[in-house]
C-alpha cells in the first residue's frame, strides 16, 4: 500500500515570498491533517480535514496559510506572504480511523 | 493550554543498555500515543494507550500509561542501534476528538 505523498521535499524562499505544498493521502482515507514541526519541536495541527471539509483550522494563521482539499483527496497548503519564522518541516498525515494516522515524509521550507 | 514535556530531551547510550524516556503533563489525557520519527521522515505510531495504568508492550518496548492518565513512560529494553530516532508523545486532551497534542520529543542516539 502506498503511503501519504508529498511534494516538494525541500524548497528555499525568500521572505514575502509564497509557496505551496502537496500531499497525496493514503488512498480511502477520508481525514487529512496538516503540521507544522519547527526545529527542536513536536509537530503542531495546522488544519484537519475530513473528506473535503473543514474539521478543525483553529491553529492555522489564516492571514497568510491557506488549504484547501478539492475532491475530497489530494490537499494543497499554501504560505502568502512567507516569513522567516515560516521556516519549518510541514507534514501532512491522513486516517481511516481517527487515531491512526499515517504520517507522510514532509516538506522542508527554508525562509531566508 | 495543555503541555506535553519530554525528559530526556536528548539520550546517547551504547548498543545493548536500557533506557527509559519520560512524558509528563500536568492535564489529564484521554489517550496517549508514542511515535518514532527518523530524520528526514515523518512520525511513525508505535502504540495507542487508552486506560490509566495500562502498559503495552511491543518487542523490547514497553510503554506505561500512568494511572491518573498524566503521564506516560517508554522503556528500551536492551537498545539497538535501529532504535536511534526522536521519540514523540501525543495526548488527545478532550475524549472523543482525537485532536493530539505533541510534546517536544526525546532525541535518542544508540551507539554501536
Known amino acids: 500500500e502506498a503511503g501519504v505523498a508529498q511534494s516538494p521535499r525541500y524548497k528555499i524562499i525568500e521572505k514575502r515570498q509564497s509557496v505551496a505544498f502537496w500531499c497525496n493521502p493514503i488512498?480511502?482515507?477520508?481525514?487529512l491533517y496538516w503540521y507544522q514541526q519547527i526545529l527542536g519541536q513536536g509537530p503542531k495541527l495546522l488544519i484537519q480535514f475530513q473528506n473535503n471539509g473543514v474539521v478543525d483550522d483553529s491553529q492555522l494563521p489564516k492571514d497568510r496559510f491557506s488549504a484547501e482539499r478539492l475532491k475530497g483527496v489530494d490537499s494543497t497548503l499554501k504560505i502568502q506572504p512567507a516569513k522567516l519564522e515560516d521556516s519549518a518541516v510541514y507534514l501532512c498525515?491522513?486516517?481511516?480511523?481517527?487515531?491512526?494516522?499515517?504520517f507522510g515524509p514532509g516538506t522542508r521550507l527554508t525562509v531566508t | 493550554t495543555q503541555l506535553l514535556e519530554q525528559s530526556p530531551q536528548f539520550l546517547s547510550i551504547q548498543e545493548g543498555e536500557n533506557l527509559t524516556v519520560y512524558c509528563n503533563s500536568s492535564?489529564?489525557?484521554?489517550?496517549l500515543q508514542w511515535y518514532r520519527q527518523e530524520p528526514g521522515e515523518g512520525p511513525v505510531l508505535l502504540v495507542t494507550v487508552v486506560t490509566g495504568g495500562e502498559v503495552k508492550k511491543l518487542k523490547r518496548l514497553t510503554f506505561q500509561f500512568g494511572d491518573a492518565r498524566k503521564d506516560s513512560s517508554l522503556h528500551i529494553t536492551a537498545a539497538q542501534t535501529g532504535d536511534t530516532g526522536l521519540y514523540l508523545c501525543a495526548g488527545d486532551p478532550t475524549s472523543g476528538t482525537y485532536k493530539y497534542i505533541f510534546g517536544t520529543g526525546t532525541r535518542l542516539k544508540v551507539l554501536a
Open positions: 492535564s489529564v489525557f484521554s489517550s
Open positions: 498525515a491522513s486516517s481511516l480511523v481517527v487515531y491512526e494516522q499515517y
Open positions: 488512498s480511502g482515507h477520508a481525514t
